[in-house]
């Protein structure tokens, strides 16, 4: 597939950068990106499991953030932070 993508000049300036540190040419950078960002997970689906789990529980929101804030003053507490 070829594509077309318009680039502010500050975004083109980053992407030859980070090509030439890669030793790889701007397309060939630029589709790579492309391919792991449409292939990876979104951040969607790797929350879709701990949302389901916390939708289970039953919890309001503000419970399991006050849990979590607990959890994290228990683990602060036992490394004497």
């Known amino acids: ?3 077309n993508v318009s680039l502010s000049p500050k975004a083109e300036a980053k992407l030859k950068e ?3 540190a890669e030793g ?3 397309t060939a950078y630029a589709s ?4 792991q960002a449409v292939t ?8 879709a499991p701990s949302q ?3 939708a289970k529980t039953g919890k309001t929101k503000d419970q399991v ?3 979590g ?3 994290v003053q228990r683990v602060r507490g036992a490394k004497g932070e």
């Open 1 to 3: 597939m070829v594509l």
């Open 32 to 35: 790579d990106l492309l391919e």
């Open 65 to 67: 953030m006050e849990m």
């Open 40 to 47: 990876r997970p979104s951040l969607q689906e790797l929350l």
């Open 24 to 26: 790889k040419e701007l």
């Open 52 to 54: 389901a789990e916390f």
């Open 69 to 71: 804030r607990r959890i």
């Open 18 to 20: 980070r090509a030439a």
